[in-house]
T-cell receptor, first 117, second 114 residues
């Protein structure tokens, strides 16, 4: 079974440009999460999709970030316009729908390393 | 709000020695706790998770962790370190069903000395 995949693996852009990151979750996983790690700090939650709906987007830093999950399959995270502080590693994770009173394992992709110059 | 504190951003142990990576958490509800590992140039891989069953949790690669509610701790241990254990380790907490997002610690980079 294929794991979570992310594209591109690396991206170097200039300040003010636009970048779109893609995540393909494990097939059948309704839950999709985006996280970000900036410059050796902790990994921080950005948002959570259940199928195509945004369940929780409390971690999105500002309106320059737009996440979509059309059709409830893959997801994209667009940063427009990119700023220097957006540099970091963006992780995607997916999980099955949990039963009440439980927590399903989140499976992580390899991440996209974004550098804004 | 939940939080995780990992004491020691860098830990070095000799090959064959005990590995102990510390994690303390804060949570207003019974927590779910996780340890993830990131090997160089790879994604995060789940080592083990605590989900309110047994307090001593065994994971992959010989690692285990013990949930201690009185100490709000979930330290990761391995009796004998191997060179292949060199990686970065992350402790994480979540509230579980209805709020499954993970809150991570800052990570501990483990170096194995030959």
């Amino acid at each position: 079974e294929a794991g979570v995949t992310q594209f591109p693996s690396h991206s170097v852009i200039e300040k003010g440009q636009t970048v779109t990151l893609r995540c393909d979750p494990i097939s059948g996983h309704d839950n999709l999460y985006w996280y970000r790690r900036v410059m050796g700090k902790e990994i921080k939650f950005l948002l959570h999709f259940v199928k195509e709906s945004k369940q929780d987007e409390s971690g999105m830093p500002n309106n320059r970030f737009l996440a979509e999950r059309t059709g409830g399959t893959y997801s994209t995270l667009k940063v427009q316009p990119a700023e220097l502080e957006d540099s970091g590693v963006y992780f995607c994770a997916s999980s099955q729908e949990p039963l009440r009173g439980s927590q399903e394992t989140q499976y992580f992709g390899p991440g996209t390393r974004l550098l804004v110059l | 709000a939940q939080s995780v504190t990992q004491l020691g951003s860098h830990v070095s142990v000799s090959e064959g020695a005990l590995v102990l990576l510390r994690c303390n958490y804060s949570s207003s509800v019974p927590p779910y706790l996780f340890w993830y590992v990131q090997y160089p140039n790879q994604g995060l891989q789940l080592l083990l998770k605590y989900t309110s069953a047994a307090t001593l949790v065994k994971g992959i690669n010989g690692f285990e962790a013990e949930f201690k509610k009185s100490e709000t701790s979930f330290h990761l241990t391995k009796p004998s370190a191997h060179m292949s254990d060199a990686a970065e380790y992350f402790c994480a907490v979540s509230e579980g069903f209805g709020n499954e997002k993970l809150t991570f610690g800052t990570g501990t980079r483990l170096t194995i000395i030959p």
